[in-house]
């Protein structure tokens, strides 16, 4: 019984050369897949997300968005309702509702990133300072417990009667008002991180105090931090609408939301357009805000997580 062998032939680079190449799709797949479980595990985030990264193109690209000089005097256009040519009517003045609602978010926006911003980073130094030198913890936090004891929007109030109306100022009195709540809750979280055993240790093996609060403190306050700077956010773009609405806010010159609100408030009955379109926006704006720090806690606290 005979058998028969089959050459082998080794492979050369001219074989490797001419063999298909198949498409690499798995990368592609795999980072669509990741984006799906993403949404599917975190969809405030996802919701919350887009919705603000809309509002932000909407403030930088309004100029390109049919907008008009949103501070020009048309008196002959006055109260016009919404149509084709003026999407969202005119004002007592004859300005375009449309154009100053897409400029007002500017103001918004601004307001709402940096009072969480400067509030956080001035809330986290203090936080941080009263939980490690207890001698200035009892003063520091008494001064805090104080400006917590005022309304946030009557202390704003207050200090916006000292100063002239802008936007710069808005933004001081609005982060004076939030710091204190940030302070209490980073002082909070140090207080219970500097006695567990990792900080222990590096206060045993001789490491300095600033290094053991930059290396193992901060880290793990960043968290808590991240979800509290997107309430302040929200609560500055509130607090900014109702200076503006009662005239200690922004100027009447600088178009914001509540500065419009303001204006059309005498005709709301007859005219309610012109207070409901930057109602609708500030609203829809908070409320995206909101989203995105109820998803960020869940995120990142397992034990708020609702899908495990």
């Known amino acids: 019984m005979s058998t028969t062998t089959i050459p082998v032939r080794e492979l050369t680079a001219a074989d490797v050369t001419a063999a298909p190449v198949l498409p690499d799709v798995l990368p592609a797949r795999r980072e669509r897949g990741a984006v799906m479980m993403f949404i599917y595990r975190h969809p405030t985030i996802a919701a919350g997300g887009f919705l603000v990264a809309l509002i932000i193109a909407m403030a930088i690209f309004a100029p390109w968005l049919g907008t008009v000089d949103p501070t020009a005097l048309a008196p002959a256009k006055r109260t016009r309702p919404p149509s084709e040519l003026y999407w969202f009517g005119t004002d007592m003045l004859g300005r375009d509702v449309y154009s100053r609602v897409l400029y007002g978010s500017r103001v918004s926006l601004i307001v709402g990133f940096s009072v969480a911003f400067f509030a956080s980073a001035v809330g986290m ?22 400006l917590m004891s005022i309304p946030s929007i009557l202390l704003a109030i207050a200090l916006m009667a000292l100063t ?40 045993a093996s001789g490491t300095r105090m600033p290094k053991i609060i930059w290396k193992h403190i901060v880290p793990n306050t960043l968290a808590p931090m991240m979800v509290q700077a997107t309430f302040i956010c929200a609560s500055a773009m509130i607090t900014e609408a109702i200076l503006s609405f009662i005239g200690a806010g922004t100027p009447p010159t600088i178009p914001s939301w509540g500065n419009i609100m303001a204006e059309g408030r005498a005709l709301w009955q007859v005219k309610p357009y012109i207070v409901f379109f930057p109602a609708i926006f500030l609203s829809v704006t908070v409320l995206a805000v909101n989203l995105l720090g109820d998803g960020l ?12």
């Open 297 to 308: 806690r869940d995120a990142l606290d397992p034990r708020m997580a609702k899908r495990i």
């Open 164 to 203: 002239r109306g802008s936007v710069g100022n808005v933004i001081l009195a609005i982060t004076v008002a939030e710091v204190p709540r940030v302070s209490r809750l980073v002082r909070g979280v140090v207080l219970s991180l500097r006695e567990q055993p990792y900080v222990e240790a590096a206060v």
């Open 125 to 146: 130094a203090i936080g941080l300072i009263s939980g490690f030198v207890r001698i200035l913890d009892a003063i520091v936090m008494r001064i805090m417990d104080g």
